[in-house]
């Protein structure tokens, strides 16, 4: 299935692949980040917090040079890092709400986000892309299936179902619980990314209710990466799915991956040229990854 990536980043609304709903991201506004360093849905928890202790997770983006001062103020304001994010160039950290304040005023900090939820959305069905269109009604039929092209599901897990071609899983990588080892249940506890990954790339069988039909996948011939990001409740958190895209960008070339879908997303709180999730979607796009997106099921 041959890809030509266009020239600007790619959102396409399909049921390859129902994705993430974020913007075109661009370079970071000077602007934006003279103005208030906090993310508009921090920024009323801040003035909200007073003198409490609640904690709450968040992502800190600043320039290159101040990220290591950052580091020593966010631990002796007694907070904690939880993940580099080199690519959207952060961390994600856990600390009271009560010293962001602080914290925003340090040299170099460029925006302050909540380290948001994120669950699934997936709204279309394989039949209305049209795929059967290009390869007729079965992945036998001669047309475009796919064939090589990997493509990353970041997504609650891939279940080896009997849908799946023998060896079309070809890695798989958990950003929840990296401790964890693969069995039947727990390869996918929650079942959204194996949903989704049977629209992509399910094999072709017989349609049991409409004679001469098929069902499958939209490229039966693709093979898949399952980078889990999401737990057994389909919920989770905005650093894993930035550490998956790392990992993409890092490992493509070794597992052909040429395309990352998203069928998750998030509030859309800040401008995409500092949105830390934005940012990483744009650094995959530049590593010549095409990032499937949907428009977002809230209408």
Not at 82 to 100: E, I, P, Q, Y
Not at 157 to 164: L, P, R
Not at 255 to 279: F, H, T
Request: proline share 6%.
């Amino acid at each position: 299935m041959p890809i030509t990536l266009p020239h600007r980043p790619l959102v396409i609304c399909a049921a390859v692949i129902a994705a993430v709903t974020v913007s075109h991201a661009g370079g970071r506004s000077g602007d934006h980040a003279r103005g208030s360093r906090f993310a508009p849905d921090l920024a009323a928890r801040v003035a909200a917090a007073g003198a409490g202790s609640e904690l709450i997770d968040i992502i800190i983006q600043t320039d290159e040079a101040s990220l290591p001062t950052t580091r020593v103020r966010l631990s002796r304001g007694g907070g904690s890092v939880r993940r580099d994010l080199a690519l959207v160039g952060g961390l994600a950290a856990t600390v009271a709400v009560s010293s962001l304040e602080e914290l925003a005023l340090g040299d170099g900090v460029l925006l302050i986000s909540p380290d948001r939820d994120v669950a699934p959305m997936m709204d279309v069905a394989a039949g209305a892309s049209g795929a059967a269109w290009s390869r007729g009604p079965s992945g036998a039929a001669g047309g475009p299936t796919g064939h090589g092209v990997g493509i990353a599901v970041i997504d609650s897990g891939i279940f080896q179902h009997e849908d799946f071609a023998a060896g079309a899983i070809r890695a798989r990588l958990d950003f929840v619980d990296p401790a964890r080892r693969g069995s039947e249940l727990t390869e996918d506890p929650y079942g959204h990314g194996t949903h989704v990954a049977g629209i992509i790339a399910g094999r072709p069988v017989s349609s049991p209710s409409v004679e001469g039909g098929f069902l499958g996948g939209m490229a039966p011939g693709a093979h898949l990466v399952s980078l889990r990001v999401l737990n057994h409740k389909g919920m989770g958190k905005t650093s894993d799915v930035i550490a998956a895209i790392e990992w993409c960008i890092e490992h493509g070339a070794e597992y052909g991956i040429r395309v990352i879908n998203l069928s998750l997303g998030q509030p859309v709180e800040a401008p995409a040229a500092v949105d830390p999730l934005a940012q990483a979607v744009e650094k995959a796009w530049r590593a010549d990854l095409v990032v499937v997106a949907s428009a977002g099921n809230a209408g």
